[in-house]
């Protein structure tokens, strides 16, 4: 079966310093792989999302940076954090096609 | 572009009463509609999707074209139950869903 795993699940980073989270996904090959932000009040915003190797597509303009250097590995990434990059992050995936996404857990990214 | 409104951010019932978490988009083509519920301490997953039209934990969507809504309804909120709730659309033709703010449910005993 397909599994998805993301980490760390807890960060505290202070401003200005590099981020980077890592999400891997198992069982499946050529998943579509997406990065959101959840805030509360706001709900899932999409961040970035990979319908393939070195395939990406950001969705809003931010600080933040996507890659996905092997087929089943999403990362998200910024050179600098800002306070307003702190925040709940999910990473998920989907099958190629009309199939819905299955997220993992999460990452909780405060920055001081 | 599309998008997807939510207008409660809570909604309080007590257990056995009906529920009605509302969701509306607004989208120019044949949309594909989801709920996704998140429970304490879990993570986000999938609750049900307009295209099965099964009814999941006693659930049901339908996708009503007409008026751009595919409103969650259980005609009995249970306990467990209590959760956030968000809706999301996929379009005809894309890759990516577009989620709502989500509404929490609180079932009071």
């Known amino acids: 079966s397909q599994t998805i795993h993301q980490w760390p699940a807890t960060l505290v980073q202070p401003v200005g310093s590099p981020l980077s989270l890592e999400c891997t996904v198992e069982?499946?090959?050529?998943?579509?792989l997406y990065w959101y932000r959840q805030a509360a009040g706001r709900g899932l915003q999409l961040l970035f999302y990979s319908v393939g190797i070195g395939q990406i597509s950001s969705e809003v303009p931010q600080n933040l940076s996507a890659s996905r250097p092997q087929d089943r590995q999403f990362i998200l990434s910024s050179k600098k954090l800002l306070l307003s990059d702190s925040g709940f992050y999910l990473c998920?995936?989907?099958?190629?096609?009309?199939?819905?996404?299955?997220f993992g857990n999460g990452t909780r990214l405060t920055v001081t | 572009a599309q998008r997807v409104t939510q207008p409660e951010k809570l909604l309080s019932v007590f257990k056995g009463a009906p529920v009605e978490l509302k969701c509306n988009y607004s989208?120019?083509?044949?949309?594909?509609l989801f709920w996704y519920v998140q429970y304490s301490r879990q993570r986000l997953q999938l609750l049900l999707r307009h295209i099965s039209r099964e009814s999941i934990k006693g659930f049901t969507a339908d996708l009503n074209k007409g008026e751009t809504s595919f409103h969650l309804k259980k005609p009995f909120a249970q306990e467990e139950d209590s959760a956030m709730y968000y809706c999301a659309l996929r379009e005809s033709s894309g890759d990516k869903l577009t989620f709502g703010t989500g509404t929490r449910l609180a079932v009071r005993p």
């Open positions: 998920a995936w989907s099958a190629a096609g009309h199939s819905p996404l299955h």
């Open positions: 069982g499946t090959s050529n998943p579509n």
């Open positions: 989208y120019s083509g044949s949309p594909e």
